[in-house]
């Protein structure tokens, strides 16, 4: 299997990146990895990693491909694709469109990923909008949400397929038999919320390939009524941020509490392995990146502040989907959809 990783994305790139690479050489034997980016300086990194003695075991299976320029958050992401012909956008994922790799893992600007991702590697055909799916940073059961920020203004048969393709890869991502899909609103009630979710509820009320469990509220969300979270870029994306915002608040509190007496430091100490424990459950560092669904090869957005082992754990990511084969499972079931099979055969 061969991954691209953009070696330029993010705020600490390139080091974050090849370090983050050539670590998930060392655990992944089938993998071989292509860092795009300016050449010289991706070398002089890799030459830079701090065990050498590791890395000759796994250099054979790194690859380094010439991309000189870097498309940045503050460019318009199409008129960049466009113009910057050797971006490491557009070297990386020409390779996954020829099948010379596939998959492609970066840090950089959302909105190239999005773009370049349907311009050069392609929708699955009857995917109207490829949509961002996060697992949030919620311990016990996995939740995914999609769509996290990819389309702002969506049409309700845009959320229903959000729908199929986030049932798709939990089922062969995280091996949920049969994932519940639930429905972003501000109410349980099938009468509850704007239009536009009115009308995506009435659609996923009909047979469609996957198990609808009905309207989910926010806090029922984060406390596991549902394993998909369906709903349009602009709510998903609130909520995420919110969800962040709101761990990164709780743990500040509880430290800032135990620390402000002798007993809670003593306290602190003697529960010190369960905060840690606690602590890792909620770390979206572990997620690694949100997989962009609804495209012809598996593409991973990691978070632009991500360090080394971020970076390892999307592409770990990216290796799980291209494993369980989510692109095919998306696309056999639009298939399906668009040829009016029976229900049971879609079971």
């Known amino acids: 299997m061969k991954i691209v990783v953009d070696a330029m994305g993010g705020d600490f790139a390139p080091k974050v990146n090849v370090d983050g690479a050539i670590d998930a050489l060392r655990e992944f034997d089938d993998v071989s990895i292509i860092l795009v980016g300016p050449q010289q300086q991706v070398e002089e990194t890799i030459g830079a990693y701090a065990d050498q003695r590791a890395l ?6 790194l690859t380094v491909v010439d991309a000189p320029e870097v498309i940045t958050t503050e460019e318009h992401p199409v008129m960049a694709l466009r113009r910057k012909k050797n971006s490491t956008f557009v070297v990386g994922m020409d390779l996954v469109r020829r099948k010379e790799a596939e998959a492609f893992v ?51 048969s845009w959320i ?18 049969k994932p519940q899909v639930g429905l972003l609103n501000i109410g349980v009630e099938a009468a509850k919320g704007n239009e536009q979710v009115q009308q995506t509820y009435a659609l996923m009320e009909k047979p469609q390939p996957f198990e609808f469990c009905g309207n989910i509220e926010a806090r029922d969300a984060l406390a596991g009524k549902c394993d998909v979270l369906a709903t349009d870029g602009f709510a998903g994306n609130v909520l995420l941020k919110n969800t962040e915002g709101a761990i990164s608040m709780l743990f500040s509190l509880l430290k800032e509490g135990l620390m402000g007496s ?8 003697l529960a010190k392995d369960t905060f840690k424990t606690l602590k890792k459950s909620f770390d979206a560092t572990e997620i690694g990146g949100a997989p962009l669904l609804g495209v012809e090869g598996a593409v991973i957005k990691a ?14 990511q990216a290796k799980q989907v291209v494993d369980g084969g989510v692109v095919e499972v998306i696309r056999e079931e639009v298939a399906r959809l668009s040829t009016g099979a029976p229900e049971e055969e879609k079971a």
Do not use: W
């Not at 978070?303 to 770990?316: E, L, W």
């Open 303 to 316: 978070h632009g502040n991500s360090n080394a082992r971020a970076i390892f754990c999307a592409i770990r």
């Open 262 to 269: 002798t007993k809670g430091k003593v306290a602190a100490l």
């Open 106 to 156: 970066s840090a950089g600007s959302t909105g190239a990923l999005m773009a370049g991702a349907m311009f050069k590697i392609g929708r699955i055909k009857g995917i109207d909008r490829p949509a961002l799916a996060t697992l949030l940073p919620v311990p016990g059961r996995p939740l995914l949400m999609v769509d996290a920020g990819a389309n702002v203004d969506c049409k309700p």
């Open 56 to 61: 000759e075991g796994v250099r054979e299976r």
């Open 160 to 177: 229903v397929q959000f729908a199929m393709m986030g049932s798709a890869y939990m089922n062969r991502v995280m091996n949920l038999e």
